[in-house]
């Protein structure tokens, strides 16, 4: 199993990003998707997932509004549309098939 996070980056307050996961290795289709974030000194946390199936979706109360998480099933890429960005959302963003493996992180810095 591989995921594999990029679209991380530098951004100033207010602007967007889209993070993407690929995933090789799984049964895409059948695998709920989470992303996660880690701020320096804090705990890694569950920002949103997906679904499998209906596409069901929950978000982090932080980033409701701001943040939208989408799928492709025919690429087997989960999506992580940043809207809004705020300084507290600055930390490694993580990819997570909720079956334990994880993506290597990308980081996102919302600095102006």
């Known amino acids: 199993v591989q995921l594999e996070e990029s679209g991380g980056g530098l951004m100033q307050p207010g602007g967007s990003l889209r993070l993407s996961c690929a995933a090789s290795?799984?049964?895409?289709?059948?695998?709920?998707m989470s992303w996660y974030r880690q701020a320096p000194g804090k705990e890694r946390e569950l920002v949103a997932r997906?679904?499998?199936?209906?596409?069901?979706?929950f978000y982090e109360d932080s980033v409701k509004d701001r943040f939208t998480i989408s799928r492709d099933s025919a690429k087997s890429t989960v999506f992580l549309q940043m809207n809004n960005l705020k300084p507290e959302d600055t930390a490694v963003y993580y990819c997570?098939?909720?079956?334990?493996?994880w993506g290597q992180g990308t980081q996102v810095t919302v600095s102006s």
């Open positions: 997570y098939d909720n079956r334990g493996h």
């Open positions: 290795g799984v049964t895409f289709s059948t695998y709920a």
């Open positions: 997906i679904a499998s199936g209906d596409g069901g979706t």
